[in-house]
């Protein structure tokens, strides 16, 4: 038996399921697909893995295009193969979600495509399982953010607790005891306090905290006490 | 620009990392390679994905032609996709882990490979990037493990408590407050007492277990809280 059969035919893509926080809530991005088929319908971003680059290194390259954004956290959260989930053609697409702060993408947008973001409970109806991707995306998010901090990377540099605390309930859809939340949170050496304040959202102003990225490299798994284990369900 | 370039003549393979405890310690299941490229040399089991099947029904495929075994814990793990990582061809590698009772598979194991288990930590030097692929595999089955409670799925259907402590201590490569451990078990109502008593492996006897597969499905978070944050590290 040749078990090592080649199979060729296959196509191998890449599709980036996009999430920002605009320091309220949960969006993400999408774009209006410009080639057929399913041109003009929305769609996230993708693109075929090219034979010089790996399928990280094709998302990266996707994510560049759309956003001009640089080094950005990502990572691989599930496969979709099912031989009939495009009609004419047998594609696997790996996905993989990024988490950016959206202030800091509204300055290097790209006009070559049609994007936009939406919240993440209200966007428009998507082609083939490009739905299922962001279920997907967001199952992933919610079991990583409970193992490893990496929520920060959709916060500015300077973020107020009230802020994180948002993030927090944004993703886990749940409401957080604000004072338990912030004493775990300033406890855990992860973020540190500036002089500046943020006078924008409150008169009494909160204050600016900015990551201690030795303590977030270091303690990466102290977020597990934060959250609820009921929480990530569903 | 033609975003969606169509990129053929990329392969896409799945790769199987198996696996099993035998009540004692954590092994792997490996395969002596029959075909070129590095033919007789130790392999993870792998196949390339069919026009007619979706990667995880190869890895189903896979993991049934070498076992025999049908509906086991499977779960993607890693993409393995470097441009290099085969000399002679392009073939992107998407990777589950399964994880098997040993003393099941005994029964069914197939001639038609030479399969062997190994120690998870000694076992023969594998060809390609397969060495890494279970490095990957070990993380994502220690996190996964923190979340939700597939260690079962490695344990026979009647167990003990001694038999699953030594379990996560395999995973996790730590030592357990015994006492501590049983006591939030027993307290999470996952285990159900039987009336008989394994006395083979203590002149006391420990008495055998069984999951309780209803609360297994509805709190399958619940093991979030038996395991330190340190553990997962490295």
Known sequence: MNFYNNEPGILIAVDCIIFGFNGESLEILLIKRGIEPERNKWSLMGGFVQSDESPEGAASRVLNKLTGLENVYMEDCGIFGDPGRESHRRVISITYFALIDTLQYQHIISDEYEAKWFPLDEHPTLIFDHEEMITA?????????????????????????????????????????????????????????????????????????RLNTEIYKEKIMSFLRYLPSWSMEG
């Open 137 to 209: 995306a967001k199952r992933k998010l919610r079991s990583k953010a409970a193992l490893y901090p990496i929520l920060f990377e959709l916060l500015p540099e300077k973020f107020t607790i009230p802020q994180i605390a948002s993030l927090y309930e944004c993703v886990y859809n749940i409401e957080l005891d604000k004072r338990n939340f912030s004493r775990k949170l300033l406890s855990s050496g992860l973020i540190i306090k500036l002089k500046e304040k943020d006078k924008e959202n409150s008169k009494k102003g909160a204050f600016f905290y």
